[in-house]
């Protein structure tokens, strides 16, 4: 089952990322940041005491861009990682680029959420600018010693697709263990990873995936911080590549429409449609294309004399800023070239 997943991955890979690289996002690391509140209001994923123990896969509600692909679930575990897509992750210890699955973590290691710990989630915000953020709450830090060592959240944005690892009060326990990592990866190529690196406090995407040894029984300097304010934070922002242009429609006829747009981006991945029925308020992702595509047939689906609102995207690691146009269907019976 594991090569089937591995295999499935690897396609989706070659598929929808094959062009896509870690150096295409901006990174800033602050030590001013501050943690969401999450004593109430949130949905607990993994409860206290739990060792090796994967989450059920979560909906985001949102589309979150990552590496050039489209996720709308996600999935956590015991070990300090979160998964994106539709596959839920494994239960037992994982390495950042040690497959082809889409990791991101705070800390992840050979965890385990202590007795007053857990894994819990909540939205906060409201669309087009929603914050989903994703709490592993006094997490052992090596298992199997059982003790509340630190507190750490991940958030994820609609719309900018950045995303945060933010840091409360870290400590490293006595239980000797295997490294720890800090990033994010969907590989082990270079540029498909982005890991932290203590000596230079700087993320390495070349040379092979870091990793971290911090020393047993104290606080793990460069991370942890006692208040709101002072937290340490790192970001991770999609450079965006340039958007399209020229957005026109043809073949215009009572249930469809042909969308065309003027290519701007030398490494796109492809291009990311949007539409709105109801007077361009609300948009919802209709369908994506190739990098060699630049027109998008819709045959089918729309309503006679009724008009449309579009966003058309160049897809990179994220998205680029959108090319907006509306057009109305025309009464059945007759089509418009």
């Known amino acids: 089952m594991k090569n089937i997943y591995s295999l499935l991955i690897t396609l989706l890979s070659i598929v929808t990322a094959s062009a896509q690289i870690a150096t295409n996002y901006s990174f800033a690391s602050s030590s001013s940041g501050s943690m969401t509140d999450m004593s109430s209001g949130t949905t607990q994923l993994i409860g206290a005491n739990q060792e090796d123990v994967a989450s059920a896969v979560i909906d985001i509600d949102f589309d979150f861009w990552f590496m050039g692909a489209r996720y709308r679930q996600f999935s956590v575990n015991s070990n300090g990682f979160v998964e994106l897509g539709t596959f839920q ?26 007795t007053t710990g857990k894994v819990h989630y909540k939205m906060i915000g409201s ?50 263990g295997p490294p720890l990592y800090i990033g994010f990866s969907l590989g082990n190529v270079d540029n498909y990873y982005a890991t932290y690196v203590t000596s230079t406090g700087i993320f390495n995407n070349t040379g092979g995936v870091a990793f971290q040894l911090f020393p047993l029984s104290a606080p793990i300097f460069d991370l942890t911080s006692v208040a709101n304010g002072s937290r340490k934070m790192f970001t991770f922002s999609p450079i965006a590549a340039p958007a399209p242009s020229g957005l026109n429609f043809t073949a215009v006829k009572a249930v469809g429409m042909t969308l065309n747009w003027t290519d701007n981006s030398s490494d796109e991945v492809g291009y990311a449609i949007y539409r709105s029925d109801d007077g361009g308020v609300t948009y919802k992702f209709y369908a994506q294309t190739d990098n060699f595509t630049h027109s998008l047939v819709v045959n089918e689906g729309l309503t006679p004399l009724t008009n449309y609102f579009w966003k058309v995207y160049t897809v990179r690691e994220g998205l680029s800023s959108p090319i907006t146009g509306s057009l109305s269907t025309i009464a059945a019976g007759n089509i418009t070239s």
């Open 127 to 176: 669309a087009p600018n929603r914050v989903l953020v994703i709490e592993f709450k006094n997490m052992s830090i090596v298992q199997p010693t059982n003790s509340a060592d630190g507190t750490y959240q991940v958030r994820l944005y609609e719309s900018s697709n950045s995303f945060e690892l933010v840091y409360g009060t870290m400590n490293r326990n006595d239980s000797p």
């Open 89 to 114: 992750i494994f239960n037992y210890q994982q390495s950042l680029g040690g497959g082809v699955s889409r990791l991101i973590t705070a800390l992840g290691g050979d965890l385990m959420t202590s």
